[in-house]
């Protein structure tokens, strides 16, 4: 255990009332305020002195304990005989001391997915995600990803001024996903609505039903109509999902994928733009995308704090005492900033950070996440090579949340682009009689969203 002596709470943070570590025993140290959002490293850095593990709250009322030490963390993530992912173990909520509309609940409450799932129903869920990723073609989610951007950088490129943020990394991520899972027109539309609210906290009841419903009808589509995508691939899978399991999947999925890739790509845009290290915008650095992608994985993972399982007994935890049903939440952001790797940070792997989880619930779709990330924003510097940030960096605000470290905004500006679009380098994707007179109808209407606009630019 570290000496709690004297080391003082960060700025801001509500332990200076509380007296800091060791002098009162009932204080939990919240990760859910503004003061948090903008220095989480400094509260990583106090709650070290409770030793690996520090007791933290993820929402008023909500306490956990969080995982700060790298070994420690690696433990909780490998062992899953003694923590586990099934939510369903969580005792302050299956008692009614966490209220439903708690707004971390979306998060952590339980669903039939792998994400909750231990053991062989977790082995079977999994091997359906897994199987399913592994088909995708990376050079034809390369080309989407290009068309993608182009499309995006074509809506802002005549201002000379754009949010990196809202206008490309948040839009980008989710009509890449629509393409992935094969989503037709209306249904895309309504997903990358139903998700855009959820991500940014907007009529969230209603979203989740209108994300929920879009998926349950994407299900129904690909059973009638099957096609050469991820959806297709899960149904088809030997596991034989269900329905239900189907939706669920699907949720975990693109919910899991879509809003840490915008907050990947937004930190690293933001690193690219504000270090002279790198090659971007008005800067001559050596250092690549691909650098700045492991860098940020390293010292800022879009996914900060999550990795939640339950012990399935009363743990000690190298010192640390942890009771059973209390959810203990892996640190990444922590772990990878862990002092005692910084003398072995350089030998280590590339990829040895936590940024994707480790374990049996490492993230599998860690490569095309990369992929599309890397390919975004080289297409962005590509077709702005001027592009800068239009504040300081000092000025930029981070959204308050004890899971993500995600940006409000990411303001830019650059040369004013006018420019014809490029003829699709690749065959237009194919759209059903009914497809189109839906299309007409919304276009009629002045309804389309953005997925069918896009399509619709596409095949102009």
Known sequence: MHS??????????????????????????????????????????????????????LAPGVPATLVTDYSAALHVLQNSELFSKDSRRWRDFTEGRVPADSPVVPMMAYRPNALFSDGAPHLRLRQAITDSMSRIDTHR??????????????????????????????????????????????IGDRLVEGFSNLFDGIDTENANQEVVGALSELVAHKRAKPGSDVTTWLMEHPSNLTDEEMV??????????????????????????????????????????EDAIDEVLWNSPPFANYGIHYPTQDVDLFGVKLAAGDPV???????????????????LSKRAHLAWSAGPHACPAKDPAQLIAIAAIEKLLNELPDVELAVAVDSLTWRPG???????TLPVRFSPV???????????????????????????????????????????
Not at 11 to 35: I, M, S
Not at 262 to 274: E, K, V, Y
Not at 433 to 457: I, N, P, T, V
């Open 418 to 460: 006018r420019k014809a679009r490029p003829q699709p380098s690749a065959p237009q994707p194919q759209q059903s009689a009914a497809d189109q007179d839906r299309a007409k109808k919304r276009e009629k209407a002045g309804r389309g969203g953005l997925w069918s606009s896009f399509l619709s630019w596409w095949r102009e």
């Open 402 to 408: 004890p899971f993500h470290r995600a940006l409000a």
């Open 4 to 57: 709690s002596d004297s080391v003082s709470p960060p700025p801001g943070c509500p332990a200076h009332q509380a007296g800091g570590p060791g002098q009162k025993d009932d204080f939990r140290t919240p990760l859910y305020g503004a003061e948090f959002a903008a220095d989480p490293g400094a509260f990583y850095a106090y709650l070290r002195h409770y030793g690996v593990a520090a007791p933290v709250e």
């Open 141 to 186: 989610l390369s080309r989407q990803v290009e068309r993608v951007s182009t499309y995006l950088v074509d809506q802002f490129s005549a201002r000379g001024s754009a949010d990196l943020i809202n206008d490309y990394a948040k839009l980008l991520s989710l009509l890449v996903f629509n393409d992935i899972f094969g989503c037709p027109e209306e």
């Open 329 to 347: 939440v892996v640190s990444f952001a922590a772990a990878n900033t862990d002092p005692a790797l910084s003398s072995s940070r350089q030998t």
């Open 248 to 289: 669920h999947q699907l949720v975990t999925l693109i919910a899991g994928g879509s809003e840490p890739m915008r907050n990947l790509m937004a930190t690293c845009m933001l690193l690219i733009l504000s270090d002279a290290r790198f090659f971007g915008g008005q800067y001559g650095g050596a250092l690549l995308v």
